[in-house]
């Protein structure tokens, strides 16, 4: 089981969630006394008799003077059975893009719905969005159900109500887990509840230390995007010559045969090194140098990459984007596309439908993007760019859309169309050069199970 | 055989990209160092990202001049046993010119924002990388791993750029810089245990040692070029070591008999107070010390 779990929390404004993590903070002791102090000197400060929990996580000073979270914040703590990063993030609704953000690295997101108000709009797009980043387990922690009384039939109408939602979007049943709590009185978050007697599974603590987290899938085709190259001209190393990145999928072992893209040339690699000396393979999540065998011309920006398993080269494709920026997108924009380590220019040359995360459909040719809208578009690039299709993997297929002028990161980006209710949009057809070796792509696309963590 | 990451091995990893990133898409990179725990733990992971060739950047060290010795003599040794070029902006230089004033309360970790952004403008570097952590201090919980500062350098929480995946976007436009923190998913624990695991040394003021040291607000301050015990302080003899090193005037040493790594290790899990609460009387000033310091462009 893995020792290491990435989390990330979603919810509406007054949903309670820095207070949920002030208490998962609280309760599993990770707040220290110093600290505890500080909260509780404020919390008196503004006449309060307990300590206020949410203090602990709103850390900047407009934070605690509104009550609100403005920014994602990343908070550490550990049990004897695992270690958490959790992404808490703002539940504003123009700051979703801190969702985004929170989700992209998330293996399990905590979603919070208020007992009193249920299921709304804003669940239903954090849902959507957590869906399309492929976020692979879901929980929803039904908040404040002492303020209902602790009513058992309340918390079973929105957990149905919210499960048929989850599974709409693709999610399987065995991963969306719902707990009643509260996390002002501490219900079900790490003590189990006397109140909710009603309700037999896991508390929150529980579920987040069992879960089981897929790992990065060591047997997914091999992808490592070359970062730098490292010539170290020394009269030691007079010819050392090696490629350095992190394997962003896969494994790779000395002797592989691989290719480089988008050039297309074949070789084997030859070591792999570290500063702690020589591997005979690479993981998915390692950073590493590999040395190939032939003298092939390798830069910055190249993908290695499995030669019985390559990426599709294309320099048009299909993708969804998550608008990020106050600037609206429209058809022809054209913009600086990162993926991998590499950044080339793009022009969006179709906006063929946004997504209503509300109605679970899409709209055709919506004519702009705004803030937090997502939708799905056409993007051409200016030279072949090797892609996986972000259902197989979140790491080899997502980019970043960035504003060539201001250099300012405008939209997430995901190769393909990751949310199966996007399918009624035709497919457009992908044009450009094809793979040098004429390959297809790896993985099936009608595959709608939600993908495996890529961090 | 089957490779399989522990924590440490990923944040090593992950700090190892960050290097990697920035030395591909930078021209003028730095690595502030002051010899502490953190910006050494910097220095040995970027001689692992580069291996075997020299590390591409050169360190800069904003010295408050409240130094204490064993630091800077570990500071020395590891720009020479490593053969790395190291920079020094002096905040002493400043308050001699008349560029910078003392402040009452006799502390220069503040000032040392003016030198910095100094030596980054003169400088041009385009990036710089800094050891904080995100589980130092709330604001810089707030943090990203690459964050924009603009050309006065300050931070601003609200327009911070959403950082996606492992996607980097260092784009920035002349006069700009970006701060860049690897270390941002490590714990103090994360810390002590890698250097553990690496063998990484470290200043012996980290452990435990005989020390002249007063109490003054609740922390053990020792006595220096800051100045020294006043009235109704009493200098006692103690046997302490330092969990966090920065400004002598306002850096507390922790009352420990951690003598090696493991007894640190041990310490540091078992201990009910954070680092900077414990020893760090700038980040005391108000709920939102740090915040502030960050906004007008400090570390």
Known sequence: ?455 | MTTSLDTLDRLESEAIHVFREVAGEFDRPVILFSGGKDSTLLVHLAIKAFWPAPVPFPLLHVDTGHNFDEVIEFRDHVVARHGLRLEVARVQDYIDDGRLAERPDGTRNPLQTVPLLDAITSHRYDAVFGGGRRDEERARAKERIFSLRNSFGQWDPRRQRPELWNLYNGRHRPGEHVRVFPLSNWTELDVWNYVEREGVELPSIYYAHQREVYLRDGMLLAEGPWGTARDGEVLQRRTVRYRTVGDGSCTGAVESDASDITQVIAEVAASRLTERGATRADDRLSEAAMEDRKREGYF
């Open chain 1, 1 to 455: 089981m893995s020792d290491l779990l990435r989390l990330a929390t979603a919810g509406s404004v007054d949903d309670g969630k820095s207070t949920l993590v002030g208490r998962l903070l609280y309760d599993t002791k990770s707040v220290l006394a110093d600290t505890l102090d500080a909260v509780t000197r404020a919390s008196t400060d503004r006449g309060l008799s307990t300590p206020d929990l949410s203090l602990l996580v709103d850390g900047l000073r407009s934070e605690r003077e509104q009550g609100i979270t403005i920014d994602v914040a990343y908070r550490y703590f550990a049990t004897p059975k695992r270690s958490f990063v959790l992404a808490d993030t703002p539940g504003h609704v123009q700051y979703t893009r801190n969702t985004v953000t929170g989700a992209s690295t998330a293996q399990l997101a905590i979603l919070l719905v208020d007992a009193r108000k249920g299921v709304i709009e804003q669940t239903r797009r954090h849902a959507a969005v957590l869906a399309l980043l492929g976020v692979p387990r879901l929980v929803l922690a039904v908040n404040k159900i002492d303020l209902v009384g602790y009513d058992e039939a309340v918390f079973t109408r929105i957990a149905a109500e919210f499960t048929e939602h989850a599974l709409a979007l693709g999610h399987s049943p065995d991963s969306v887990v719902t707990i009643p709590v509260s996390a002002l009185a501490g219900d079900n978050v790490v003590e189990k509840s006397a109140r909710t007697p009603w309700y037999d599974g896991p508390t929150l603590l529980d579920h987040l230390e069992q879960v089981p987290v897929e790992p990065d899938p060591h047997d997914a085709p091999f992808r490592f995007p070359v970062q730098y190259v490292i010539r170290p001209r020394t009269p030691e190393f007079p010819d050392y010559r090696g490629y350095a990145g992190l394997v962003a999928s896969g494994t790779v072992r000395v002797g592989d045969e691989v290719l480089v893209l988008p050039s297309g040339l074949r070789t084997t690699v030859e070591r792999i090194d570290t500063r702690d000396g020589e591997l005979p393979e690479a993981v998915a999540g390692q950073s590493v140098t590999l040395l190939l065998a032939d003298d092939v011309d390798v830069s910055r920006g190249d993908l290695v990459a499995s030669a019985a398993l390559p990426p599709r080269v294309v320099d048009e494709f299909d993708a969804t984007v998550c608008w990020l920026a106050e600037k609206p997108l429209s058809p022809g924009a054209r913009v600086l596309v990162k993926y991998g380590a590499r950044t080339v220019q793009a022009i969006v040359t179709e906006l063929r439908a946004r997504f209503d995360e509300q109605r679970l459909s899409s709209v055709d040719d919506p004519g702009s993007l705004r803030l937090n809208e997502i939708g799905r578009v056409v993007v051409r690039t200016a030279e072949p760019v090797p892609l996986d299709d972000y259902s197989s993997s979140r790491r080899t297929g997502a980019f970043l859309v960035i504003d060539a002028a201001d250099g300012s990161t405008l939209a997430a980006g995901l190769v393909g169309a990751p949310l199966p209710v996007l399918d009624g949009v035709p497919s457009c057809t992908e044009g450009g050069s094809t793979a040098p070796t004429g390959t297809s792509p790896v993985a099936d696309t009608d595959d709608r199970a939600l993908v495996s963590p890529g961090p």
